[in-house]
């Protein structure tokens, strides 16, 4: 099992495995968790241990042809679907799974696997599958062929229909421990300060520790985001000002933007929460906590509840099309009054 190349997660990894090993299979998975713990890289290891040539107790050996192909995307008998990969980048933050990939999909299953006895497909972001897309599977799920395995990739299992879910067999991912980020980081030639900084913004979140650690760029992005979060939160004019900055940068496609922004900022009243009660050492942005602790301060707990309720609010309005300045302005002027403003 140690040649899994999943970090963390050992529990599910023995479970996967010992399927492997004693050949009881189901045909379908649901893999849950936050995103970026590293579900995806779980469900292309478990088809690597599936397809491997080597002797079951040494699959995935991640040498053999096999297993290269898989981690290459390579292998004919391994399908994954996303959003990414139906629609426009344009169209992949609010387009569901169309029915049409589903019955694509569902005409792949049905065809015996090529070079293996398996046929794996790998259905990310799940919970994105349109109502017909949903029903389609549901009927190859009711009926899989013997040679099919199908995992399915979710953040929230409450997203699917318990007809679906009842179907597979539930493997739950958490995040991993900050330490087990940080020495994984550490292995991987980062020095041991960005490791532990990256650790703890990640949250556990190890595959999105990677992406930060590769792309000096990003964390430095974040960075940015947090420091621009702590001002907003330390003066309501400069928070008024940068509402409407990020509702232009909406308006302009730079969408993305104004999520981190909003989540940094989400991240920074729990970290006030943290600080209210006591429990600083749990808190996400520790290199501003001399700041974070000043603001914990004035408040109460009840007004920090208040001011993270209200930005999650306009999280879910963005979601579903409020306008966005009317979100954003909305947002900053429930926040809790500043020292300065008393």
């Not at 179907?167 to 991987?188: F, I």
């Amino acid at each position: 099992m140690s040649r899994w190349p999943v970090i963390g997660h050992e529990a599910a990894v023995t479970a996967l495995a010992r399927a492997v090993q004693r050949g009881r299979v189901s045909h379908a998975y649901l893999i849950s968790g936050p995103a970026g713990v590293g579900r995806r890289t779980l469900a292309l290891a478990f088809a690597q241990a599936l397809l491997c040539q080597a002797t079951p107790p040494d699959r995935p050996c991640g040498r053999c042809r096999n297993c290269t192909r898989v981690t290459r995307a390579l292998h004919p008998d391994v399908t994954v679907l996303s959003r990414e990969t139906t629609g426009s980048e344009r169209e992949t933050r609010s387009t569901r799974i169309p029915i049409e990939a589903i019955r694509e999909l569902c005409a792949t299953i049905a065809l015996r696997p090529l070079e293996s006895d398996w046929r794996i497909v790998v259905i990310d972001d799940a919970e994105w599958l349109s109502r017909e897309a949903a029903d389609a599977l549901l009927k190859t799920l009711e009926e899989p062929p013997s040679f099919a395995v199908l995992i399915l990739i979710v953040e929230d299992v409450s997203s699917l229909a318990e007809t679906i879910r009842s179907r597979c067999q539930h493997v739950r991912l958490g995040p991993v421990p900050v330490e087990t980020v940080r020495a994984a980081l550490e292995a991987r030639g980062i020095d041991p300060a960005r490791a532990s900084l990256i650790a703890t913004l990640t949250r556990g979140r190890i595959g999105n520790g990677f992406r930060l650690a590769s792309d000096p760029q990003a964390l430095a992005q974040y960075q940015e985001l947090s420091e621009a979060g702590v001002q907003m939160l330390t003066d309501p004019l400069t928070a008024l000002g940068r509402a409407r900055q990020l509702a232009d940068s909406f308006r302009r496609g730079r969408r993305t933007l104004v999520e981190a922004q909003l989540t940094v900022l989400a991240m920074l009243w729990r970290d006030l929460l943290l600080l209210r009660s006591g429990l600083g050492d749990r808190i996400v942005h520790a290199d501003q906590r001399a700041r974070l602790e000043r603001l914990a301060h004035h408040w109460s707990l009840a007004e920090i509840l208040h001011g993270l309720r209200v930005t999650c609010q306009a999280m879910v309005d963005l979601e579903t099309n409020v306008q966005v300045r009317l979100a954003l302005d909305a947002m900053v002027t429930q926040w809790p009054a500043t020292a300065r403003t008393r």
